[in-house]
């Protein structure tokens, strides 16, 4: 994968709020595989990792609105000669893209208008509309209040204790989030979570419907995403390669369910996945990814 060195980054599209003001202050605290011990930290984090909405924070009505980004310093830094050695400017270049291709394709696709969402960079913990959440959740988006929040340090986590090395996890895991959000915007989201109600013992196995879409749609913004541009027309990727899209396989295999339970020492048990299982995960990245088409990512089957 190859980014476009000239290509002006949109930090206007994320939130950072990792700044010594924005933080959110008195939080818990609890580095992943730190505090909560070794696997079982890993385990919590990744389970509920790449989740959509209604992990079970639930709205704690915390006051909200009180963290406030400052994208001062990020903003100097990405418009900077070597932006693209920096992650967190990579990673604003990555929502950029994700974004200018949902512009196009949510109408063109679903005949409905894309409206933006922003990504917010935190560390250790954060308030968030669905709650407050620490980095031991693992990147999510937040139905409430309609934004993607990351801890980027997750990503080594997920290269050093899950194998999953290669950079293109990156923005496989942002477009996994992205989907999340173009499913708030149809309403899938909402019409998934009153099915739940309505057939709770199958709660878990719609679930995985919702996020094995979430991978559908990532795979199809990879498969278009050398075709997006930013505001200014230039070109984002210079080029996105057969092993890039590999390793975004690759870490679909890695966050399957059924391979964390392994992981973890524990029976493999089905009436726990909330995610998919490895072969499920990399089956819809992929067909999202060799069809490019979002239609064709119906996980429900016309169920919902
Ligand atoms: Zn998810």
Not at 34 to 49: E, F, K, S, W
Not at 61 to 77: F, H, P
Not at 232 to 249: E, L, V
């Amino acid at each position: 994968m190859e980014l476009n060195e000239n290509a002006r980054i949109d930090t206007s599209q994320v939130e950072d709020r990792r700044g010594s003001g924005g933080g959110g202050g008195m939080g818990i605290p609890i580095p992943i595989g730190g505090g909560r011990g070794g696997i079982v930290g890993i385990i919590i984090a990744v389970l509920v990792a790449l989740v959509g909405g209604g992990f079970g924070l639930n709205a704690a009505t915390n006051g909200g609105g009180s963290d406030q980004g400052d994208n001062t310093a990020l903003e100097q830094k990405c418009s900077a000669q070597d932006a693209l050695k920096q992650l967190d400017c990579r990673n604003t270049l990555y929502v950029n893209s994700i974004q200018a291709y949902w512009r196009t394709a949510m109408p063109e696709v679903f005949g409905e208008q894309y409206q933006p969402s922003r990504t917010v960079f935190f560390s250790q913990a954060v308030s968030t509309g669905c709650g407050r959440a620490d980095s031991g959740v693992g990147p999510f988006y937040c139905p409430a209040d309609d934004l993607v929040y990351i801890d980027l340090t997750f990503y080594r986590l997920l290269a050093d204790q899950l194998g999953a090395e290669g950079e293109f996890a990156q923005p496989y895991v942002l477009a996994h989030e992205y989907g999340h959000h173009v499913q708030d915007l149809l309403g899938t989201e909402a019409q998934m979570r009153r099915q739940q109600q309505r057939d709770p013992n199958n709660a878990n196995a719609l679930s995985v419907k919702l996020e094995l879409q979430a991978d559908c749609y990532a795979g199809a913004w990879a498969k278009n995403a050398t075709g997006t541009s930013n505001a200014q027309g230039q070109k984002i990727f210079k080029s996105i390669t057969d092993q890039d899209i590999q390793q975004a396989i690759d870490t679909a295999e890695k966050i399957g369910d059924d391979a964390i339970q392994k992981r973890a020492g524990r029976p493999v048990n089905p009436d726990e996945f909330t995610h998919g299982t490895s072969a499920q995960r990399q089956q819809w990245f992929t067909k999202g990814y060799s069809t490019g088409d979002p239609k064709a990512c119906d996980t429900f089957g016309g169920t919902l």
